[in-house]
């Protein structure tokens, strides 16, 4: 058998490049930071207390440059079809979360920017909209070329800047000044006690808004269907079982008759409401009172329901706050609470499993 002939060919030699360190194998490990002294912390500390005190009067600065002005941006902002905010920036952050805050509140906004508005989103503005414009210089390049497509198209412009003699300023139709502000910045160029100021404004503004109108707690709700705030103005009809999933038993029942509607209703509830005739409230009945009257020996499935059930229930309507009726519950150690109208008829039932699935437990 032939052998295998080794190759003669000679491999590479790989060479050190003059001044070249080879790296070690693994990461370099970050140099070691420094031990801030005693006076380096506190330092810090007062310098950043600082900037929170600059941005903190810039703020309290505003209060008295409000005025007509304001009023007259409120009542365009209040009865406009939709308030188109804009800004570059800094100031378009903070203009995209002033108009954020006007929609949670009932007021129709968009946010527009200005680079894209050249381009083809001007044709979010409409007939009667209402421009505002956030800009501290009130020279932004970008913003100013809009006031021209503002004007032919009949958009009032709102504008919030720390410059009244601005070309922004001079283009606008209201001027809310925040005057000269200086910034809480080493350098004084960061914009920090501007935006701080520019943002307080326009909360002021939108707050002021959502003030003059008709708008409750009910509407807010309808906006924020999620999370905590929806939780907080929920009302009891929103969760409670009604209709079919509703578990209901005339007084003069048997007790079998109710076991069998606590089973078969859907969902299955805890309980099941008793009513009289008329479909009134006159007691309800749990699980609970099962479990008692088995331990008791007390299981004639024959007898009424209004002898074992419980008599005098405590209930809410069905426009309760659902943060009220689960302090009921707790306050009471209750599982179930039956929900009744005006005229005390049994409209629905409150169950614990519920509320644990909407997370107020």
């Known amino acids: 058998m032939a052998r295998a002939t080794r190759s003669t060919a000679r491999k590479p030699r790989l060479r050190a490049i003059p001044g070249h360190v080879t790296p070690a194998a693994g990461p370099t490990p970050p140099p070691a930071a420094s031990v801030p ?22 703020i309290l600065g505003l209060m008295g440059r409000l005025g007509d002005s304001f009023l007259k941006a409120l009542e365009l902002v209040r009865d406009s079809v ?48 209402v421009i505002l414009a956030l800009s501290n210089s009130g020279a ?31 283009g606008a139709d209201v001027v809310l000044d925040i005057g000269r502000i200086e910034e809480a910045c080493p350098m004084g160029m960061v ?6 100021a520019l943002h ?3 909360d002021a503004l939108a707050m002021a808004v959502l003030r003059a109108r008709p708008f409750g707690s009910a509407e807010y709700a309808l906006l924020h269907p999620g999370g905590k705030i929806g939780r907080s103005v929920m009302r009891v009809f929103e969760l409670m079982r009604s209709g079919p999933s509703n578990p209901v038993v005339r007084d003069n029942a ?21 009513v009289d005739r008329q479909g009134r409230l006159v007691g309800i009945f749990t699980d609970g009172d099962l479990r008692r009257l088995v331990e008791q020996g007390r299981t004639n499935f024959d007898m009424p329901i209004r002898e074992v059930m419980g008599k005098r229930p405590r209930c809410v309507g069905p426009e309760v706050l659902v943060l009220e009726a689960t302090k009921l519950m707790r306050e009471f150690r209750v599982d179930q609470l039956p929900v009744v109208d005006a005229e005390g008829k049994a ?7 519920d509320l644990l699935a909407a997370r107020f437990f």
């Open 37 to 58: 002294s005693q006076d380096e912390r506190e330092a810090t500390l007062a310098y950043a207390r600082s900037v929170l005190e600059a941005e903190a009067q810039a």
């Open 82 to 129: 939709q308030t188109v905010v804009t800004g570059v920036g800094k100031a378009g952050l903070i203009g995209q979360k002033l108009s954020a805050t006007l929609a949670s509140t009932g007021i129709r906004s968009v946010f527009l920017h200005p680079t894209e508005a050249v381009h083809g989103d001007l044709g979010r503005v409409g007939r009667g909209d």
């Open 140 to 170: 932004t390049e970008e913003l100013v070329r809009l006031l021209p497509s503002f004007k032919r198209m009949g958009a009032p412009v709102i504008a919030i800047t720390g410059d009244a003699e601005s070309p922004l300023a001079r």
């Open 191 to 196: 914009p920090t006690a501007s935006t701080a």
């Open 200 to 202: 307080a404004i326009g």
């Open 254 to 274: 048997k007790l079998s008759e109710a076991v069998v509607v606590m089973t078969n209703t859907p969902g299955r509830p805890g309980a099941t409401n008793v």
């Open 347 to 353: 409209v629905g039932l409150l169950d614990v499993q």
